[in-house]
């Protein structure tokens, strides 16, 4: 059997697993850490970097970097990176390829089969772009799943003896969700899901940044246009501190200068555990909506769960978990690592699709986030007003699912009828997502009020089939919407990837090395001038030693460059990539 990988593509780290020997294992990328950034970087040399290393260079060119692009999925948003212009899908396949070509060398064999992970409330064209990320890289999206599904999956593999209702509270880099579920006797019953797609962990950070540049009595949108460097390092700072307030009452952020360096004198700023939640305030309570939401559609009540599941880095924050606990009135469960659940149950996913005896006893059901409906018109005395939304298959019914509604024509003699297919909660059709449109011909002439039956099919993997029949002539028409028209025609698909093919990369071999100097340029802002001399001249060393071909030579600089490094208080540690201070 060809391997199949789980990913979890995510806004601030991507992870990859698979099932092996009855068990779904996180598979270490080419620095052996299991959490790859996704964050891309075209170096000054034009070769894509991706994950830590990119990370290290946001710091240092942020214009040659791309991150957070998750949030752009299914937009039409364009961003330049030296001088490279990349889409949403594109820079996400090149993490997918990253991924992928650690899983090879991990299985030791080639790669195409894979289950990709995204946020539960992820519109179809957010998916669809997904899928195609993953054609880009090379990949065979076999299918999409929900990432708290997912989560739950991980839970539900461990625990499967359990009967437990449980809420799956997943806030990550950019995205947040939530999922109500029930487990008995091996079947994972998925019941409700909502969520925001623009929420996560970086809001808390960019709040904080603004506020840190507040004080500075600098404007973070002018800051953003006037000082990148400065903000890009501050941001990292931020992040730092955001992470240090989830165990400690106090965080110091230190100022870096407009060119983003860090001088050993640099003012610093002091934000206090009370300070953060008070800022963070108005974000915490926007968790509030979609939880609620999905606890009512599951017609459960909040102090019914048995567990509460927290998922996402961002759960890691004291101010979340407060929120959390004092609304279901229980401790939340984190027994897992928020940070991999999602991609083992990807694996586990990958097992059940194929049929791995390990997970025979188990079955999963899962709904789909969003109304499906068509547009009609309503009369008022009248007066006609179109525009109306009229929901097919209601959010949260448990998929596959098919569901028939029956519409009339408006007008007498009326020859056509156009069935335009949307998703969303709106009222009216323009605040939904348009996902296309069947065109029903051929009606025959009379009067107003001719039935015709539309029947809207959603399956396992998001794909929607409409129907539309016409009991007078007894003709069918018929469309599937797989994907975006907008987004992916085959010669735009076949464009992109030879675009992609023509980019340059590191050889694997060569990545650690490509990490280690972006980590040590970083440190070139955050000490003293003299100490930048010496620093840089071993970097020089070291870069010239790695071109050279000369393995003593190479290990030497090496060694040089981690010494100096260590001596300025920077430890880098290559196997789990922590580095202090
Ligand atoms: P995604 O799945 O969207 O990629 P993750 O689940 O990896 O996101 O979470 C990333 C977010 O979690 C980031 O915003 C990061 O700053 C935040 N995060 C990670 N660890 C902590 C921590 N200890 N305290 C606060 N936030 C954290
Ligand atoms: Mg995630």
Redesign the pocket.
Known sequence: MTAMIGI?L????SLCAVFEDGQPKLIPNSLGSVLTP?VVSISEDQRVLVGAAAKECRVTQPERCAWVFKRLMGTDRKVEIGGHVFNAPELSSLVLKSLKEDAEAYLGEEVQEAIITVPAYFNDNQRNATKLAGELAGLNVRRIINEPTAAALTYGFHDRGAEKKLIVIDL????FDVTAMEIFEGTLEIISTAGESML???DF?DRLLGRVLKAQQIQLEIAEVKHPLLVSRLRQEC?AA??TL?TNSEAIIRIPDIQGKLAEDALTHTITRDEFLEMVDPLVKRLARPIAKAVRDSRIAPTDFHSVILV???T??EAVRDFIRSFFGVEPLCSHN??EVVALGAAVQAALMQDDKAVDDMIMTDVCPFTLGTEIIKEFGRRRVDGYYFPIIHRNTTIPVSREEIVYTADPNQRQVRVGVYQGEGRKVEDNLFLGELEVTGIPPGPSGKPIHIRFTYDLNGILEVEAYLPETGKKFMTVLTQHAKLDSRSDINAAVEKLQKLKFYPRDDVKNQHLIQFAERVIGEVSPFQRDDLEMVIDQFEQSMASGDREWFERARENLLTILAELGFCYDEDDQEFSP
């Open positions: 979890d995510g806004t601030s780290n996704s990550g880099g950019g995205t996560g962990g970086e950070t992040e955001k992470c989830a996402g880095g961002a890691r924050m928020p940070d």
